[in-house]
């Protein structure tokens, strides 16, 4: 185990760096893409529907890796930060997934994932430092609402888009777990102020990323 300290500049370098690498590099999935055998034949309206909504999902997972690393940085609980880091691990392979659908539909990634980094790396750090429970409840409420949103999505997708659909039902499978987890933990009720904010976070996000 490493058991250097680091100095805050060491750990605003290494935030940097991990955020540069989440929103230029091709992430790498541990685990293979659930994403069922190609061949599907898709109209080019709907090809360009699937793209759109990956898009969003590919924001939502670069958001999710600011949120987990924003609370990891501030939360303090040894505990708490190993879930997290193992959740990160999983949001990266959605990262990855969602990367890959991408480019097969021809689609390109959010010109705004830089904002929503940003934003969702300074909500992450303030739910950390909120203390244990309101942190937990801050993952299990982002888990629930990520949950209902990929819900929808897979309604909104054409049921040819088989490869997108098995994506985003691994991923909802995922999701609920690592609410399951922080729940487990002790994760609080949160305040509805701080809910509120994080749903119009992500009505945001959706609206951006669909178009830009
Ligand atoms: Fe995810
Ligand atoms: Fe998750």
């Given at each position: 185990?490493?058991?250097?300290?680091f100095s805050p500049i060491d750990r605003l370098l290494g935030e940097i760096d991990k955020a540069i690498k989440v929103l230029t590099a091709?992430?790498?999935a541990a685990r293979e893409t659930p994403a069922a055998p190609a061949g599907e034949s898709l109209s080019e309206a709907d090809r360009i529907l699937s793209a759109r909504l990956m898009r969003v999902n590919h924001s939502g997972e670069v958001a999710a890796q600011a949120l987990y690393q924003g609370q990891a940085l501030t939360s303090r609980d040894p505990e708490i930060?190993?879930?997290?880091?193992?959740a990160a691990a999983e949001e990266n392979d959605h990262l990855a997934w969602c990367q890959l659908r991408l480019a097969e539909l021809d689609g390109r990634t959010s010109a705004l994932n830089p904002?929503?980094?940003?934003?969702?790396?300074?909500?992450g750090a303030a739910a950390g430092a909120l203390g244990r429970g309101i942190g937990l409840g801050f993952v299990e409420?982002?888990?629930r609402q990520v949950e209902s949103h990929l819900q929808g999505h897979m309604q909104r997708l054409n049921p040819a888009d088989q490869r997108s659909r098995a994506i985003l039902e691994q991923m909802k499978h995922d999701?609920?777990?690592h609410g399951?987890?922080?729940?487990?933990?002790?994760?609080?009720?949160l305040p509805g102020v701080l809910r509120m904010a994080m749903r119009l976070t992500s009505r945001l996000m959706t609206r951006g990323s669909y178009w830009l």
């Open positions: 185990m490493d058991t250097r300290s091709p992430a790498h930060e190993t879930a997290l880091r193992q904002l929503w980094y940003a934003g969702s790396f300074a909500l409420e982002t888990e999701e609920m777990r399951a987890k922080a729940a487990t933990l002790g994760a609080a009720p």
